[in-house]
């Protein structure tokens, strides 16, 4: 795991380090120290720790005028034991959604798993940020399977065309795009 390093092809279009409305506001990073593990799995020293002792994350890109973040993620995704998604939701979304962000863009290849425990922070996060949305993209069938368990997909979305985007050749505006506009069809 200490090879996967986030993608970093749009990191001058937007730094995370560079931003001052962000969590990662002036961190310095090493290419050489590893410090942060996912169980006894060491991770790439760019991924950002935001509390959470099994998922950390990225943010690729924030556009304030446009209202929308795109996030990559890595690690264990466990709401049962860590509360992840409490830790995610007041540490990560609600500092970004003050700023005005609402629509957010979650890819998830290197989330290995995901362990639930109910959807009451799914729900109220929902019902706050009714003027936006949270798209899961490339996340794993058994971690979106898993999800759905635990009715996350009634507040979430992900799934189609979600599921196998070349997300990668795209500039972070036209890959935003194109996750809105298949949200827009589903949601009408």
């Not at 890959?175 to 949601?187: C, P, Q, S, T």
């Amino acid at each position: 795991m200490h090879n996967l390093e986030p993608y970093y092809n749009w990191l001058h279009l937007y730094n995370a380090t560079d931003d001052k409305n962000s969590l990662f506001y002036q961190r310095e990073y090493s290419e050489f120290y590893f410090s942060d593990k996912i169980y006894d799995h060491l991770i790439h020293p760019q991924w950002d720790n935001f509390g959470s002792n099994t998922l950390y994350l990225k943010p690729l890109f924030v556009d304030y005028n446009e209202h929308f973040a795109i996030i990559e993620m890595i690690g264990e995704w466990n709401d049962c034991i860590e509360s992840d998604i409490m830790t995610f939701l007041h540490e990560i979304i609600e500092p970004m959604q003050i700023d005005g962000i609402l629509k957010f863009v979650l890819i998830g290849e290197n989330v290995l798993n995901f362990f639930g425990s109910d959807d009451e922070y799914y729900a109220a996060w929902a019902e706050e940020n009714d003027e936006g949305w949270m798209a899961l993209v490339n996340f794993q069938p058994h971690v979106t399977q898993e999800m759905s368990e635990y009715n996350i997909d009634h507040y979430w979305h992900w799934g189609g065309d979600l599921d196998d985007m070349d997300w990668r050749k795209l500039e972070p505006t036209a890959f935003f795009d194109k996750v809105e506009d298949i949200l827009n069809h589903r949601i009408g």
